[in-house]
């Protein structure tokens, strides 16, 4: 099995199959893991902003598209954000003759037009994901000038498709990338075959709901993980940002995959069900050879992120109670 057929598997898929097929996933999967984390692409984050993640969220709500489609809507984005971006400044470069005070003058043109396209952008990486997603049920232009014109934004479809194969081009037509849905949805199929873990698939929704939560405030997040991390304990600074992010360990936290599914797995069972969380950290332990203290650093963090916020009454229109 491919790595490309696990990313396409659904919950309820992953929890149907047998026990060696899903531990053939699983096993695909770590060292797909693995692997990314050996080829840490830094540039990436800089793309990750809360009012893109938003917009791509709300894009594939209103186009009732399935689940798993916005996760990789997200990754295809930041993908060719990064490497957009950097092909852009190495011909800057080339163009300007290396001279840094024509490249700075040049590219403030440059970042001004890319500001003006991320829509476009962030509206072919939804069609493209709802494409692999689907072969029957994929995302139409028609579609997404219909949305487009209740915001008063129009497109022509010789520019949708434009845009939408200059993101194939950039990406060299490499779309396929494990979400880490995916990961949360092999896992709780492990625990709820291995552990048992009751009412598994209560326990998935709420870790659908925090992993939304940490896509949209990730920079939170990881300052709260910083904090717990090196013992001090103020309030988490919101005004945290990807360039200083980049600076950071945490960086490699950010890709692990593994990590961010097994902390929302955790936090979801604390949620619901306290006096299991620690089972299942163990279970995770022994079954991934991940960190217990790994695993319990970033489940806290999201929890203390969501409580801040839902204190604060800052959760926005496309997050939902855990209750």
């Avoid at 026990?19 to 990750?48: G, Q, W």
């Avoid at 360039?243 to 692990?256: A, C, G, M, S, W």
């Avoid at 163990?282 to 319990?296: E, G, Q, R, T």
């Amino acid at each position: 099995m491919s790595d490309e057929q696990a990313t396409f598997y659904t919950f309820e898929a992953l929890v149907a199959l047998n026990d060696d097929d899903l531990d053939e996933i699983v096993e695909l999967l770590i060292v797909k893991n693995e692997t990314a984390l050996k080829k840490l692409d830094p540039s990436v984050i800089c793309f990750k902003r809360k009012n893109i993640v938003k917009f791509i969220f709300l894009a594939c709500d209103l186009l009732k598209l399935p689940i798993y489609t916005k996760y990789y809507a997200i990754e295809i984005f930041l993908r060719f954000s990064a490497a957009h971006m950097k092909k852009i400044w190495t011909n800057l470069l080339d163009v300007c003759g290396g001279s840094n005070s024509s490249v700075i003058g040049s590219w403030m043109e440059v970042e001004e037009r890319l500001e003006k396209q991320i829509v476009l952008r962030a509206l072919s990486s939804v069609q493209l994901a709802s494409k692999l997603c689907s072969m029957h049920q994929f995302t139409k232009n028609k579609q997404l000038r219909e949305l487009l014109a209740k915001y008063n934004l129009t497109y022509s479809n010789r520019t949708l498709v434009k845009s939408e194969f200059r993101v194939l081009k950039e990406l060299d037509f490499r779309l396929f990338v494990p979400m880490p849905l995916v990961y949360v949805g092999c896992l709780f199929a492990l625990l709820g075959k291995r552990l048992p873990l009751p009412s598994i698939r209560e326990y998935y929704k709420v870790a659908v709901k925090l992993l939304d939560l940490y896509y949209l405030h990730t920079f939170e997040i990881f300052v709260v993980l910083r904090q717990k991390v090196s013992g001090n304990q103020p309030e988490a600074d919101l005004s945290f940002t990807p360039k200083n992010f980049l600076h950071d360990d945490f960086l490699i936290v950010h890709n692990d995959f593994v990590l961010l599914s097994s902390a929302t797995i955790v936090a979801s069972v604390f949620v619901l069900n306290p006096s299991l969380h620690r089972r299942v950290v163990s279970f995770l332990n022994k079954a991934l050879a991940i960190p217990k203290a790994d695993v319990v650093d970033l489940a806290s963090a999201l929890l203390t992120v969501f409580l801040q916020l839902a204190q604060r009454k800052q959760l926005s229109t496309v997050e939902f109670s855990l209750g």
